[in-house]
Every structure is written in structure tokens, then in C-alpha cells.
């Protein structure tokens, strides 16, 4: 028995250790164990959203190590990478990913995630990287995560996780990046990331952080990257990192950080490259160690309270490229503040530098003319600073920004600077510079801002600054020029922000091309000598909100053109010569804020209503025969005009009734047979006329100068659309003629005055009143009377196909709002409308702008009334199964039977909101051989967004503010990528997967928050 005994036991060794090898084999683990990996794979497939094919080869015809984003391990043939970044995947990520349990490196990120990060990624006890950046994932962060021991790299940064950073990260030793910057996180930065020794890269960027910086986290000495910018930290500068040998970049920006900046702050930080502190409260002096910092690239301590002398020995930091020191109160007023700008001559690496809003005294270095060429910006404004600007500047060839202004600088603008070809804004106003404007500043062709008021400058304005083709404000008032108005100047059709020339010596007239002038906002030419009468072309300045001709020596009268500025503000004609009546259309700009016509010869009744209603808005001192107006006044009575008239008067007054009553005896009989010839065929359009006013052909035709081809701005394929000054209050008006010989006008006709009688929102157009009558020929004519859109259609101005606005392009802002209206008035429609509806025709075209750029969305003829069994089918699509969806999408893509959907308006808009920013129709020719504007706008997402950005927003950011800076580019990207997603999502095939009209309209507010640096 012993030993069957012990022949058993060693039997079973055998099949054990037989077994042991079998399992290990590279058979065994192909055919076998690796069949765990390849369902958990098939279900994370099928919880994807995969529009490019990426996982098509997750199939049963290949190995699975041969999968796309697959990589299996030599020896047992499982799965060690999943790689699927930038990959354009939406979806969430299953939690089969759990089963996975040879995986070291998770790559997802730049794709389209969302959900929660599912809790079983902490069984991946092998886990060395999880990469999940630029996602929509949220939730918290998955405390079990503590259990990857082996974790190096953690990367969830930019998506939409909240809570706290769990504490349990605090145990992953081997940690060396850790990046969970632009999130929602919320509460203190815990202690123990003190115990995460091995950790090099530690962001948590843009977040709601708060409280002090811990002292734990100065043990961390492999640190190299620690960026806590954009957040809510306080207290003191965090003082134990300057022990940190390692750091090379340390960013703390936009904080509630306050104290003084630790002495020694470099001294024991002989690797750092970045130095970034802006937007605190720290205060007291710049400490002298940075001296040491040799390796310093960029020094940015903007916005604080720091003050005193600047003492840093720059000649030692040869690589800064970036000195920043703007809003502080730097210097001491005296005459050696700028010694240190000398020791910069030895950066020849540099810039950027910004003295901005500081105390610095003492005259300008001549030195600067020795500064870098690489030298792209040079602010040195609001300072005490005297001198002269040196004739050297010239050598910085590659400035785009000089700005000197608020100081006390002297003598004259050098014609040096006609030479610096890249300058794109050269501000240089209240010193008290003389002499004359150089002609050499016309050389200046990229010149976008010249700010030159508040000095001592004479002689006449260079017409060779017509040739700064894209300049958008001058300003040389307060100086003592003299001459003509260089009607080279007025051809500037840029000129869109202001031009200032008051308070100078000039003459002459004003000249007729200032009617070149359409988009500009603000006009002053007050305290000069100019004469003349005001020119009627003044008229086509139809963008004026402030326009100031006052002390001058205009005489005549204000010409009745002037009508067409609606959109003034303030008018000031003060102090000159002008006589006659006040003209009756200064009651009817409804934008009026202030009328000044004081001293002058006006004469006659004062109007009573519109900006004369009220005494604070109106200023008519000096004008002795004036009478009547509001009693607050206190002006006389004007005398009675009695029971006589004028014969003329009574003509004017017959002669339209007569030639009314014999065209209406004549037409009665025409009206009679054709509504009796027609009425058992037409639909009935009483609740139009009962809604809306009516109104004769004979006043429209009238208001569009009998439909004559220079009043059309528009045509359709129903119809044309005129422009129109109806009636005696003159309204400038939209009068759309609808064709009804076109099959189909006159349903379109129907069904838009209907869609206009049930909706009323900002962002829709608005209807004035309608005409269904005949004409002089006794055909029918039917007309929607809509209110005029000064800026025409968003079409224009995307593709500029009208001259009205040739030569000007949408800024990105202006695209955000725009997108943001029309995105508002559909979410309306289909939510807030009753009953819903869908517009059916979203695009360019149909994006009506008024004065102030504010989009409404016009064009109802393919409108739509949601009835409440499509609704409830809408809503039992969200409802469905997953079996089913496929099935439900496509009815619903093409229309749930005979109604419309809004699914088709999401996609719309998708389009809208890609054209408007990629600058490309859908039609154009780059998109062939089955590329689309869709598909070309999701292969770019991402990293490759810039690139296919309409050019001409990249140009305005760069034009608004100088240069773009790298904090502001991060911005600027996150901004496009947000809006070029959003597109993408709503013009997806599937109508299942577009979005809500009220998440793109949150998406779209968040976006544009974010961008402009607002907490949302």
C-alpha cells in the first residue's frame, strides 16, 4: 500500500507540472486563455461608436493580435495595448475592459468618450499607462484605481470628471505623471501627494481646486512639470517646491495666491525654464535670485501687486524668450527703472516684452534698438517714462507690437518706423510727441490699430496712410494738425471701429467719399475748421452709433439721407452754422441716446415724440426761433396755423385721394370676378389677414420704386425679396414677392404666414404685415412685408457675395454669437413653440443680420407643424431597445412618414456651424469622390483642427491681440476643436446619434464662456 501510495502522489505531480506546461504554452494560450480577451474586446466594440471602420477588423476571420489598436505579448499572445487614440470613437467605454488582464497602456484619448469611467479598470493589476485625455468622460475619478500598482502614467485631463481626487491615488508609488487638468475637481489638494515619490509631471490645470498648497508636496524630488494654474489655491507662494532641484516648469497662474516671493526662490532650482505666477495677489519685491535662473525661458508675472526696483541681472539668462511683468506697480519713478532693459540686449532669444501699467520712470534706453530681432512685441504704455523713441528701432524687424502710450515721451515719431513691415499695431498716444505724422507709416500695410491723440503733432495727415488697406481705428485727435481730409484716408473700408480727428486745426469740407465709411461705428471730427454743407453721402455710414461734427462751421441744412442711419446713438451738429427745420426722422431713431443741436439757426416746431420726448436726451440751447416741443422745455408756442392752407398744401392732399378712387372704380370689377373665379380653389387665408394688417400692392410697389432691380437684396427659388420705405414713417422694410407662377410659391406663401403668426422670439424674423391683393394688371400678387436686416444674410458674409459687406470678415466671437442665435431660435421651434415645429430650410441664406449682428433666422416656406403622434414617436425613439434603435433612426431620418422631424434641423445646423467656421460650402469643389464637409471636418478632429479653420478667424485673433500667446493659442484651439465637434455630432448619418437642439445651445454658451476667460 505504501507504495501505490506514493506511485499515485507522483502520478499526480506529473500531470500537474504537465498541465502547468500545457497552459504556458504559446498553443494553448493562442487557441485557449486568450479567448477571455477576445470576448472582452467584442464587447467594448459594441459599445462603440465607430463612423471611420477603426475596429471593422474586430472580427472572428483574424487573430485578434492582428486587430486594429491591438497588441498582444510575444509569449502568451495576450493583450498588452489597446491603442485606439484619435480615432474619432464616441461611445462609452465598457466595463469589460476589466477582463483585459495582461494590459499594461490604455490610449483613448482625442476621441468621444462619455460616461463614467468604469470601476474595473482597477483589476488591471499589470496597468502601466491609462491615457483618456480630450474625452466627455465624467464622474469621479475611480478610487480603485489604487489597486493598479504598477500605474506610470495617469492622463485624464480635459474632460467632465468632478468630485475630489481621491486618496487612494496616493499609493501609486511608481506614479511619474499624473494630469488631471481642465476637469470639474473639486475640493483641497490632498496630502498625500507628498507620497507620490517617482511623480515628474503633475497637472491639475482648470479645475476648482482650493485651500493651500501642501508642504507634502515639496518631497516630491523628481518633479519637473507642475502646473496648478486656473484654479482657487491661496496662501503663500508654495514654498517648499523651491527645494525641488528637478523643476523645470512651475505654473501657478490665475490663483488667489498672496505674500512676497520667497528671496531664494531660485537659488536651489538650477533647471528652470518657466517661471508663471499671474493673476494673484503677491506683492512686494522681484527677488534678485532669479539671476541664477540661467535656464529661464519665460518669466511671466503679470497682473500682481509687485513693486520696486527690477534688480535681475538678465544678461546671465540667455534663452528667455518671454518677459511679462504688465499690472504691477514695478518701479520707483526714477530716472534708472529701465537699467535692466540694457542687460536684455544679451537675450537673443527674446520676444515678448511687456512693461505694461506699471511706475517705471526715467527716459527710454536707446538700447532697445539692440534688442533681438526675434522680437514680436514691445509694451511698454502706462509708465512715466520720457525720451525719445530711438531711430533704431528699426531694427526690430519682426515687431507686430509697439505700444508706448500714456507716457511722457518727446520729440518725433521716427521714419524709422515706416520700416517695420510687420507692425500690426502701433500705439504711441498720450505723450507729447511733435512734428508730423511720418508718411512712412503708410508702409505699414498690416497695420491694424493707430492710436495716436493726445500729443503735440502738426502739419497735415500723409494720404499714404490709404494705403493701410486693413486698418480698423485712427485716432489722431487732440493734436494740432491743420489741412485738407486726405480723401485717400475715407477709402479705408476697414474702418470699422472709429475714426477720431477731433480737436485739431483741419479745414476744407468734409469730403463726399467719407460714404465709403458703410462699417463704421464711431465718427468725430468736432473742434476743427471744416466748412461746407454736410454730404448727403454721410447716408451710407449705416453702421454709425456716434457721430460728432460739432464746432465746426457746417451751414445748410441736415440732409433728409441721414434717415438711413438707424442705428445712432449719439448725433451731435452743435456749434455751427446749420438753419432750416429739425428734421421729422430724428424722432424715429429709436437707438437715439443724446441729439445735440445746440447753437445753430435751427427754427420751427420741435417734435414731441422718440428721443424729444425726454429733456436729458436732447440739448437745443442757442437756437432762439425754435418753438413748441414738450412743456419741459419752456419753449414758446408756436403760432396757430389757423383753418387756411396753403393751395398746395390741398393739392397734395387731393390729387392722391382722386387718382385713389378712380384706380380703386376700376379695379372693383377685376377684384370681384377673379375672387369669384378663384374662390373654390384657393385656401382660405383669413387667419392671416385677421392676424396681420393688410397692405396694397399700389404701397408696396410704391415703397420698392415699382420692384425695381437696385432695391433687390435677395432671391429664392419662390420669390424675390426687395427693399422698401413704406409709408409716411418712412420704415425701411423687406417686401418678399412671391412668385406664383413657381409650383408650390403659393403653399409657401400659406405655410410661412402661418409659421410667422404662431412664433415670436428674438432670433426669428419678424413679420410687419402681409399683401394679398392683384396688381395694376389684375394678376394676383401676394408679398410678406418682414422688417429689413441692415447686414444682409450670413451668406454674404461668409462667401461676401454682396458689396454692402466686400472686404469685411466675421470675427470668431461674431461666429459664436451668430451660431448661438440661430441655434436658440431653433431649440425654440422644437421645444417651446406650440405647437412645435421644424424649420426645414437651415442654412446660410436664410441667417438674416441685423444692426448689431444679431442673427435672425428668416424663411419659413418649408415650415412644419410637429403633430402630437410625431412627437410621441420622438420620444419613443429615445425609449427604445437597442435592437430597435437602427430601425427608428431611419424613419426617423427621413421624416416619420408625411411629417417633418427635427433630427433633420440638428443636421442643418451641423452644416451651418461647420461652413461658418471651416469657410468652405458643403459644395465645394475640395469635397469629391465621396469627401464630405462632414467627413472632412471629423478627420481633422483633434489635433488638425487649425488647419482647416476658415484663415480669416485666425487672422482676427491674431489682428485683436497682437501675437497670439501660448495660454491664449490653448484657448483658441480648445475653443475651435469644442465648436468643430459639435458639428460633427449634429451632421452625423444617423439621426439617432445627433444632438438635442438644448445641448447645443448649453455646449455652444459653455464654449464661448470658456473662450472669453468667464467662470461657467
Not at 505654473?251 to 498672496?258: C, D, I, K, Q, V
Not at 480648445?974 to 444632438?995: K, T, Y
Request: charged share 15%; glycine share 8%; net charge neutral.
Amino acid at each position: 500500500m505504501p507504495n501505490i501510495s506514493i506511485s499515485t502522489s507522483c502520478l499526480a505531480i506529473l500531470i500537474w507540472c504537465f498541465s502547468l506546461l500545457l497552459i504556458n504554452s504559446p498553443r494553448f494560450s493562442a487557441g485557449q486563455t486568450n479567448e477571455t480577451d477576445r470576448l472582452a474586446l467584442l464587447a467594448i466594440k459594441s459599445q462603440l461608436h465607430d463612423p471611420s471602420g477603426v475596429t471593422s477588423s474586430w472580427n472572428n476571420t483574424i487573430n485578434l493580435c492582428q486587430w486594429t489598436g491591438v497588441t498582444c505579448g510575444h509569449r502568451h499572445q495576450r493583450v498588452t495595448e489597446l491603442d485606439l487614440s484619435n480615432q474619432r470613437i464616441g461611445g462609452i467605454l465598457s466595463p469589460y475592459v476589466g477582463n483585459l488582464s495582461f494590459l499594461r497602456y490604455i490610449n483613448l484619448s482625442d476621441n468621444s468618450f462619455h460616461g463614467e469611467i468604469p470601476q474595473e479598470i482597477g483589476n488591471l493589476l499589470r496597468l502601466e499607462k491609462l491615457a483618456l485625455p480630450n474625452n466627455s468622460f465624467s464622474g469621479t475619478i475611480p478610487t480603485n484605481l489604487s489597486r493598479c500598482s504598477n500605474l506610470i502614467q495617469l492622463r485624464v485631463s480635459n474632460n467632465k470628471l468632478e468630485g475630489q481626487i481621491p486618496a487612494e491615488i496616493g499609493s501609486l508609488l511608481k506614479l511619474q505623471t499624473l494630469a488631471v487638468g481642465k476637469n470639474y475637481l473639486t475640493g483641497r489638494l490632498p496630502d498625500f501627494v507628498g507620497n507620490l515619490s517617482a511623480l515628474e509631471v503633475f497637472s491639475i490645470t482648470g479645475n476648482s481646486l482650493g485651500g493651500k498648497i501642501p508642504t507634502t508636496l515639496g518631497l516630491l524630488r523628481n518633479l519637473v512639470d507642475l502646473n496648478v494654474g486656473e484654479n482657487r489655491f491661496s496662501g503663500m507662494f508654495p514654498r517648499s517646491i523651491c527645494n525641488i532641484s528637478s523643476l523645470e516648469w512651475i505654473y501657478l497662474p490665475f490663483n488667489r495666491f498672496s505674500g512676497s516671493l520667497p528671496l531664494d526662490i531660485a537659488v536651489n532650482l538650477p533647471n528652470l525654464k518657466a517661471l508663471a505666477i499671474g493673476g494673484n495677489n503677491f506683492f512686494g519685491s522681484i527677488p534678485n535670485s532669479l539671476s541664477n535662473a540661467s535656464n529661464l525661458e519665460i518669466l511671466d508675472l503679470t497682473s500682481n501687486q509687485l513693486k520696486g526696483k527690477v534688480s535681475i541681472d538678465f544678461s546671465s539668462l540667455k534663452n528667455l524668450s518671454w518677459l511679462n511683468l504688465e499690472q504691477n506697480n514695478l518701479g520707483m519713478g526714477t530716472a534708472n527703472d529701465l537699467d535692466f532693459v540694457t542687460f536684455l540686449t544679451n537675450c537673443s532669444s527674446l520676444k515678448v516684452i511687456s512693461l505694461y501699467a506699471n511706475q517705471f520712470g526715467g527716459e527710454l534706453p536707446h538700447s532697445i534698438a539692440n534688442l533681438s530681432s526675434t522680437m514680436t512685441d514691445f509694451r511698454i504704455g502706462a509708465n512715466q517714462i520720457s525720451g525719445t523713441i530711438p531711430p533704431g528701432i528699426r531694427n526690430l524687424v519682426n515687431l507686430i507690437a509697439l505700444t508706448m502710450e500714456i507716457n511722457k515721451l518727446h520729440g518725433t515719431i521716427p521714419d524709422t518706423i515706416g520700416e517695420l513691415k510687420n507692425l500690426q499695431q502701433l500705439s504711441l498716444y498720450n505723450n507729447s510727441l511733435q512734428g508730423s505724422i511720418p508718411s512712412s507709416l503708410g508702409n505699414l500695410t498690416k497695420l491694424v490699430e493707430l492710436p495716436l491723440s493726445y500729443n503735440n503733432l502738426q502739419g497735415n495727415i500723409p494720404s499714404s496712410l490709404g494705403n493701410c488697406q486693413i486698418l480698423r481705428m485712427f485716432n489722431a485727435s487732440r493734436n494740432k494738425l491743420t489741412g485738407a481730409l486726405p480723401h485717400q484716408l475715407l477709402s479705408i473700408t476697414t474702418l470699422t471701429l472709429s475714426l477720431d480727428l477731433s480737436n485739431n486745426l483741419l479745414n476744407g469740407s468734409l469730403p463726399l467719399q467719407v460714404g465709403n465709411l458703410k462699417n463704421l461705428v464711431k465718427l468725430d471730427i468736432s473742434g476743427n475748421q471744416f466748412s461746407g454743407v454736410i454730404p448727403v453721402t454721410l447716408s451710407a455710414c449705416v453702421s454709425l452709433e456716434y457721430l460728432n461734427i460739432s464746432r465746426n462751421f457746417f451751414h445748410g441744412i441736415i440732409p433728409l439721407s441721414l434717415s438711413s442711419l438707424k442705428s445712432i446713438k449719439e448725433f451731435n451738429v452743435s456749434s455751427n452754422n446749420l438753419s432750416g427745420l429739425i428734421p421729422e426722422f430724428l424722432k424715429n431713431l429709436s437707438f437715439m441716446e443724446f441729439l445735440d443741436l445746440s447753437y445753430n439757426h435751427f427754427e420751427g416746431e420741435v417734435p414731441k415724440k422718440g428721443v424729444f420726448s425726454n429733456k436729458t436726451k436732447i440739448s437745443l440751447q442757442g437756437n432762439v426761433k425754435l418753438c413748441g416741443g414738450i412743456d419741459e422745455l419752456h419753449l414758446p408756442s408756436c403760432p396757430s396755423k389757423g383753418s387756411i392752407k396753403p393751395k398746395i398744401t390741398l393739392l397734395r392732399v387731393l390729387i392722391p385721394v382722386v387718382v385713389s378712387c378712380l384706380i380703386l372704380s376700376s379695379c372693383l370689377t377685376i377684384i370681384y370676378a377673379r375672387r369669384r373665379r378663384f374662390a373654390h380653389n384657393s385656401v382660405d387665408t383669413s387667419p392671416m389677414e385677421k392676424q396681420f394688417p393688410m397692405v396694397s400692392y399700389a404701397e408696396l410697389s410704391k415703397a420698392t420704386s415699382e420692384f425695381a432691380s437696385s432695391n433687390m437684396i435677395g432671391q429664392g427659388s419662390f420669390g424675390s425679396v426687395y427693399k422698401g420705405i413704406l409709408g409716411e414713417d418712412e420704415m425701411i422694410v423687406a417686401v418678399k414677392v412671391i412668385n406664383l407662377k413657381q409650383k408650390g410659391a403659393f403653399r409657401s406663401f400659406v405655410t410661412e404666414c402661418e409659421a410667422l403668426r404662431n412664433i415670436r422670439h428674438r432670433n426669428l424674423i419678424k413679420i410687419i404685415t402681409i399683401c394679398s391683393s392683384i396688381d395694376f394688371k389684375g394678376v394676383d400678387f401676394k408679398a410678406l412685408v418682414l422688417e429689413y436686416m441692415e447686414n444682409g444674410s450670413l451668406e454674404d458674409w461668409l462667401h461676401q457675395s454682396n458689396d454692402q459687406v466686400e472686404g469685411c470678415k466675421l470675427s470668431l466671437i461674431q461666429r459664436v454669437n451668430i451660431a448661438i442665435d440661430v441655434a436658440s431660435a431653433i431649440e425654440y421651434l422644437h421645444h417651446h413653440c406650440q405647437p412645435a415645429m421644424v424649420h426645414g430650410d437651415l442654412k446660410p441664406s436664410n441667417i438674416l443680420l441685423d444692426r448689431d449682428m444679431v442673427s435672425h433666422v428668416g424663411d419659413f416656406g418649408l415650415a412644419k407643424f410637429l403633430s402630437a403622434t410625431t412627437l410621441i414617436l420622438l420620444i419613443k425613439l429615445h425609449q427604445a431597445q437597442s435592437g430597435l434603435k437602427e430601425q427608428l433612426a431611419m424613419l426617423l431620418q427621413y421624416g416619420l412618414g408625411s411629417e417633418a422631424c427635427m433630427a433633420g434641423d440638428v443636421y442643418s445646423f451641423g452644416i451651418l456651424l461647420l461652413e461658418m467656421f471651416i469657410g468652405k460650402r458643403p459644395t465645394d469643389v475640395t469635397f469629391k469622390e465621396g469627401l464630405t464637409l462632414h467627413e472632412y471636418a471629423k478627420m481633422a478632429l483633434p489635433e488638425k483642427v487649425m488647419e482647416i479653420i476658415d484663415p480669416s478667424i485666425l487672422m482676427d485673433v491674431i489682428e485683436n491681440n497682437s501675437k497670439i500667446r501660448e495660454d491664449r493659442r490653448a484657448k483658441l484651439e480648445e475653443c475651435l476643436n469644442a465648436i468643430i465637434r459639435i458639428g460633427v455630432l449634429c451632421s452625423m448619418e444617423s439621426p439617432f446619434e445627433r444632438m438635442d437642439m438644448r445641448d447645443i445651445v448649453a455646449k455652444l454658451c459653455h464654449t464661448r464662456e470658456s473662450f472669453l476667460g468667464r467662470r461657467v
